[in-house]
């Protein structure tokens, strides 16, 4: 009886200290800077303390100012996006040399709170598009101080030199005042998440700097940092310059260096500021040729392409990773890109895609390879289009299709990222040949088919050139998490999915044990809508134009 009192008087302040516990715990987490973590290589970009998943729009170029953010809002909001990558521009915060404005930074972090949206921040400074557009007029036209870069000839190229002391110094101050601001506004917050630095660096038509400065570092030795990781495609001198080590590579191999150190120096001030995960992005060359050629005037030189990210790792370690701009549409090149700059050390991300409907279909496919998050560019409704880069459409038409993908992981965006970060997700976009596809998961095989109607085989049809309304052009994608060895979440539009053993289960006959259509609501509680079987399974699971979620378990026999 005496115990059963002390407990009775102990148990409300054991349940407070819990609760108090609990609170604690949470609110830690809230307070956790956001960061890129690995494990067993692979990533997730961790924001309030779990996994997070960037379903992003980037704003036009010049909508970073708040009278075009109306239009922002409405379009992500429209999108069911989760995040804005939105441009910051030297000019636009240092148009008089020393003289900071961040009322545009206020401006845009209040009103994301209020539209609960994350922010990613681009940092168009010595570089955008390799060009010098968003330069200070004090810095643009003052080649004395501030030295653009000399071709092989003795001319001035378009592009600032990543020798320029002065011009690095510049950028390095606004970029750290900058970062302060973003501390001093909303370190309590967290609603900026990443920092872009610069965009799209590299040169087009001049291969590096030829003036003597840089000239002369391009004589002295390899680092040895770049020698360890970046190997020649065609083998060279084990060490020595440049030239010697890499041969016709070389030009282009300096130049990425000598970016990735401008980029570093930048970078690791900033993040002795403020510590947000730091990336940048690139301008693509072309993904096929493996090894690559040489450069020939055929892509910007020195920007972090696919077969320089070893040479950017080596000189800019406060860089968590290097991302494509996918403005290639051919469903073979994407796929080679994505394969390229998933990496053990280098997360998965998409800065920039294109807002056309059809890269709405790469969305899955980047997901279910555990992809950080994925950023349509242009996705808000600016009365400007980029075609043929992007949409013709500057309205809803632009953002539908992206808003039918986002809009079905919206609410298991953390469930999701949890999946990706252990490992367990997989998925596919439907290719311009149309043809199907399988994929590997662990104990069961899963073969991918398209332009299916939902009921029967394609040999029924009389007409075998029949095919699904809607599916005129590739728009069909697939992405599965594989919860426990025989279950699965399975998210897509416009495919056919049939599951068969493999492994362990090679050969077993199965069979659906349960096919549950619904959605996971904000705790992560699956919500069951109803149950497939008979005509809806019969023939595999058909999803149909409009995305579903699926949770599935397979069952086999003897």
Known sequence: MQLNRIFRRLAPLCLALVAAGVVSATAGAANELPRIVERDGRHALIVDGKPFLMLAGQAHNSSNYPAALPKVWAALKDARANTLEMPIAWEQIEPSEGKFDFSFIDTLVAEARQNDIRLVIVWFGTWKNTGPGYLPEWVKFDNKRFPRMIDKDGKTVYSHSPFGEATLAADRKAFVAMMEHIKRIDAKQRTVIMVQVENEVGTYGVARDYAPRAQAVFEQPVPQAVLA????????????????VYGDYADQYFHSWAIASYIEDIARAGRAVYDLPMFVNNALRDPLPNPPAPWKSDFASGGPTWDVIDIYKAAAPHIDFAGPDIYMPESNKVSAILGQFKRKDNPLMIPEMGNAASYARYVYQALGMGALGVAPFGLDYADYSNYPLGSKFTDRRMVEP????????????????????????????????????????????????FREFQFGERQYLRDKNEYQSGTESPNGGVAFAQVGDDEFVIVG???????????????????????????FDADGKWIMERNWNGDQTDYGLNLPATPVVLKVRMGTYQ
């Not at 990781?229 to 010697?244: I, L, V, Y």
């Not at 469930?415 to 439907?430: I, K, M, N």
């Open 402 to 449: 992206f808003a039918k993908v986002f809009g079905v992981f919206a609410p298991m965006q953390r469930q999701w990222a949890q999946w990706a970060f252990e490992g367990r997700t997989y998925g596919v976009a439907e290719g311009d040949d149309r043809v199907p596809q399988t994929v590997a998961m662990k104990g069961w095989n899963a073969t991918v088919s």
């Open 493 to 519: 539009q416009q495919v056919r999915v049939k599951l068969a053993g493999a492994g362990p289960n090679a050969g077993k006959p199965s069979l659906w044990a349960r096919v549950e259509e619904g959605r």
């Open 229 to 244: 990781r970046q190997k020649a495609p065609r083998p060279g001198a084990a060490s020595g310059n440049w030239r010697q």
